[in-house]
């Protein structure tokens, strides 16, 4: 078990740069997530932290040994690097028995016979798949794949463990359950581990930290609450949940909060946050999340953060209302898990608390 | 009767007709024939005559020492040929997939043209290089060396064109492998600890080896059955294999129609049991290796051992192609062919001769267009429907009939011609000895193969394309003519081509069967090479080979088609 450093990794596909100065570090033990769309560099970045590609320019620590120099062309190849990988397509050997892939690792490592089968079973039993033994892949599901696919990676102890989108060919039930048997399994063992996903979901589970990418370059990086609530720019913004943006200026700032006059098409108002990151006259977008929007059938007395609307789309979904409501021309997205009596087209008011207002500086 | 209408109501739909229709067909065309001739190898007379069933054609065949050598020659030479035609198609694979090989790009299309040519003229065309009296090449180390190190006749020279003009097979079948194998197979290897070697050892090459065995038998099959190769290199020098022995029987002198058959039988039992097993291990052995996303799969960079590989590559073009049709192309001009060419021979008397004055040249020309272009589209139409019946249709008994359709691919071509024979040599329908028996014989024995590339495409077309037709109020037969057929196009001018370019150079089954007016090009061919008029023929070659290139080119202007889809 060892940390990982990542300095400056630039990695150029011709005319393209798919990862542009990225910096990670990760402490021992930890679970750190690589979250963006698909094209953002994250899979590189794995890949070049692998030794599948090399990367243009940066360095990459693995504890102390320095894996990846551009400068003094260090490169050391993928199987001197000491990691476990599992891949999005698994990779598990078709013409291998389920034992002869977990035990290829240790084979190669010339591991006396009783103690391959030792830590085969050790690692089979850690993922539960012990029954599965003399199968051939082509006779196990996808979801026992995967699980041989963990077994693989895990079984010779490696320094790290780095997973590229390991649940995305799974179904959804079998996904939300893999997510909390990987944390499991990763606290059990306390394995420094890079995850690379596109779903938020699993990024919110898994994490000790997320790190949120797009267009090469890490965007932010926090534990999970902090990227969801206090999200530092538009995109992950937008990328995390779901978020209504509301174009404005800072008008006043004090110590007890701001307040931001919003400039959009038709709608023109002011809005109360407890926020205070930005100075007046900077051009804000101020974020409400659905769910702190709240609809009332009438006027609430509370008169900050407070306007008639008109009630547009009202979908159910089980457990949940999500609905657009439109302010003078501008439509917002709202949930709630209560109940809503009004109807399409009637009039509402919706009001937002000045602590859930979020604002975002732009240009 | 309450019981016996629901299958009667299922036979009497039209696509269970077409079943039995199409079945039929098959049955009189190849097992009917083969039937005649496995009773043959009872008989004691020629074909028609009365006889009482004997085993003496088997007790004086097992008893010989003739059968048992010629047995070790058809399998020296098939062991040899593959071993040749296996490992440079797996290494011209690995290298065009796997290096970074500079050209490599642009010498993929060369590198399959011999997968095109007739091995019968490369035979033909290596004699003129490497024989020991006439050979060019042997002419060149005379002048510096001189010796003659070569000599093309005999079962070294046989291994040698074999391997060249099969491996092909193997080079498209592994290459095919090698692309679709998912890249993090080897990549998971190599995080698990494994170096290039190990890797390469452990995972690239077992998840192969299906596609080496498959080739392998493949090539094995092939060269058991080749006639042209083994009568040109070896049977002038007696030295002869299973096919040229049945050729002996039946056109040689004294006939001997019930030997013939017997050792045919010998090789129907063989090649039946060889693509027996070949199926059984495939339907083991098929690893599906296609991944998710898929980055490129890992170059290995060669360095200066990159031009090493180019000149391998190379080499082999120059070996197989270029050398060998631009020599026999050659020839075509000279009065006579020696180990030292000399320009006072330029001629184009063999020219003027075999376009002016050769009675068969026109005829075999005919024939041979006719057969091809003809008997080709008469084939892809059959395997059309048996295809659409087979993947889409519920009718009754089609598995059997998806066999029954590919059961002649383990009939060689010159054993189907020894059963047609037997089955309609004194039949009252007039068809033996008129291009038609020809043309049933092209057409049944080489079904198979277009059926395999329409089936396969038509797979891959989802069925509700259809579906939607049928249910917009479209009928049976304009589904299939509106919206399966079009769809189909790719697997269908696959499957055409390459019957084309089989049917233009038919020689096994054609040499048995061929009268003076049903003669076609490689027969043509056959016969001049054995009244020794070598530039004469190489002009008949010559013409083959032009007209088979005009033709395609042809065919993917129309169709636009590049050829190098065909074989994928």
């Known amino acids: ?363 | 009767m309450n019981r016996i209408m629901p299958y009667l109501r299922l036979l009497m739909r039209r696509d269970s007709i077409l079943v039995i229709v199409i079945t039929a067909m098959i049955g009189i065309t190849v097992i009917y024939p083969l039937s005649i001739m496995v009773l043959g190898t009872f008989k004691s007379t020629p074909p028609g005559e009365p006889s009482p069933l004997t085993l003496n054609n088997y007790v004086t065949m097992f008893s010989s020492d003739w059968f048992w050598t010629e047995l070790g020659h058809t399998i020296w030479i098939s062991v040899g040929g593959t071993i040749l035609g296996v490992f440079l198609g797996v290494s011209m694979a690995w290298i065009v997939t796997r290096t970074d090989t500079p050209w490599v790009g642009k010498l993929e299309i060369p590198l399959i043209v011999p997968f095109f040519l007739s091995p019968f003229i490369g035979a033909l065309a290596w004699t003129g290089l490497a024989s020991a009296d006439y050979g060019l090449i042997n002419g060149w180390f005379e002048a510096l060396f001189g010796v003659r190190p070569f000599e093309i006749f005999g079962p070294w020279g046989i291994i040698w064109v074999m391997g060249l003009y099969y491996s092909p097979y193997a080079f498209l079948i592994v290459s095919g492998t090698l692309r679709n194998m998912d890249p993090t197979l080897e990549e998971a290897a190599m995080s698990a600890g494994a170096n290039k070697l190990q890797t390469m050892l452990r995972v690239t090459l077992p998840l192969m080896a299906p596609g080496i065995l498959a080739s392998a038998i493949l090539i094995f099959v092939a060269a058991a059955e080749q006639f042209g190769i083994p009568s040109v290199l070896a049977m002038n020098q007696r030295w002869y294999v299973l096919t040229t022995r049945i050729f002996y029987f039946l056109r040689g002198y004294p006939q001997d129609y019930s030997m013939g058959a017997t050792v045919a039988m010998v090789m129907l039992v063989f090649t039946g049991g060889m693509v027996f097993m070949r199926n059984r291990i495939m339907r083991h052995r098929e690893f599906v290796t296609v991944g998710g996303k898929s980055f490129r799969p890992h170059v290995i960079p060669l360095g200066k051992w990159g031009y090493v590989a180019l000149s391998y590559l190379l080499a082999y073009i120059i070996l197989s192609v270029i050398l060998p049709f631009g020599t026999f192309i050659a020839i075509s001009f000279f009065k006579f062919w020696s180990i030292h060419p000399k320009m006072k021979y330029l001629t184009l008397d063999n020219w003027r001769y075999i376009l002016f004055e050769y009675p068969t040249t026109w005829v075999a020309i005919k024939n041979s267009l006719l057969l091809s272009i003809g008997g080709a589209a008469i084939a892809v139409l059959i395997s059309a429907v048996i295809a659409w019946v087979v993947v889409r249709s519920k009718a009754f008994g089609k598995d059997a009939l998806d066999t029954i359709a590919t059961l002649p691919v383990a009939v060689p071509g010159l054993i189907l011609g020894v059963a047609y024979l037997w089955a309609w040599i004194r039949s009252p329908i007039p068809v033996y000895g008129t291009i038609w028996i020809l043309m049933i014989a092209y057409v049944s024995r080489f079904i198979p193969y277009s059926l395999r590339s329409i089936e396969s495409t038509l797979r891959q077309i989802d069925k509700g394309l259809e579906e939607s037709a049928n249910i917009s109020g479209a009928s049976w037969l304009r589904t299939f003519w509106s919206v399966s057929l079009p769809l189909l196009k790719p697997g269908l001018v696959a499957g055409y081509i390459l019957l084309f370019v089989t049917f233009i150079r038919e020689l096994s089954c054609s040499i048995l069967l061929y009268s003076s007016e049903s003669v076609v090009f490689s027969v043509t061919m056959f016969d001049l090479w054995r009244d020794g008029m070598f530039p004469k023929l190489a002009v008949i070659g010559t013409l083959q080979l032009f007209i088979t290139v005009a033709v395609l080119m042809l065919f993917s202007w129309i169709f636009k088609i590049r050829i190098t889809e065909v074989v994928k």
């Open chain 1, 1 to 363: 078990m060892r940390n990982v450093r990542i300095e400056k990794l630039v990695k150029r596909f011709g005319n393209v740069t798919a990862v542009a100065g990225v910096d990670i570090t990760i402490p021992e033990g930890k679970i750190v997530t690589l979250l963006g769309p698909s094209g953002c560099g994250k899979t590189t970045t794995l890949r070049c932290l692998a030794g599948f590609e090399s990367a243009d320019e940066g360095k990459i620590w693995i504890g102390d040994q320095l894996v990846f120099d551009s400068k003094q062309k260090i490169n050391l190849a993928p199987q001197k690097r000491d990691m476990g990988m599992v891949f999005q397509s698994y990779a598990v050997w078709p013409h291998m028995s389920v034992f002869e892939n977990i035990a290829f690792p240790l084979r190669i490592r010339k591991i006396s016979r009783q103690k391959v089968n030792e830590l085969v079973e050790r690692a089979m039993r850690m993922v539960g798949i012990e029954e599965l033994k003399d199968r051939l892949p082509s006779e196990i599901s996808g979801g026992q794949q995967q699980r041989v696919a963990f077994a693989r990676a895990i079984v010779y102890d490696p320094a790290v463990l780095l997973l590229d989108e390991p649940l995305s060919n799974l179904d959804a039930k079998l996904r939300e359950r893999m997510r909390f048997e990987i944390l499991e399994l990763q606290r059990k063992i306390g394995i420094t581990t890079v995850y690379v996903t596109h779903d938020q979901e699993e990024a919110m589970v898994l994490s000790d930290e997320v790190l949120v990418m797009d267009c090469g370059k890490i965007v932010q990086r926090g534990d999970p609450e902090e990227i969801y609530f206090d999200p530092r720019n538009e995109f992950v913004a937008d990328f995390i949940g779901k978020i209504n943006f509301l174009r404005g200026a800072v008008l006043s700032c004090r110590d007890c909060g701001s307040v931001v006059s919003i400039r959009e098409e038709g709608f023109q108002s002011e809005i109360h946050t407890i926020r205070t990151d930005y100075a007046e006259g900077q051009k804000v977008l101020a974020s409400i999340r659905p769910e702190n929007i709240i609809i009332y059938p009438d006027k609430p007395q509370a008169e900050v953060n407070t306007w008639p609307a008109r009630l547009v789309r009202k979908n159910f979904l089980g457990g949940l209302f999500d609905m657009v409501v439109e302010v003078k021309g501008k439509e917002l997205r709202c949930r709630t898990p209560f109940r809503v009596e009004a109807k399409i087209g009637s009039d509402v008011y919706i009001q937002i608390q000045p602590k859930d207002v979020l604002l975002i500086g732009i240009n």
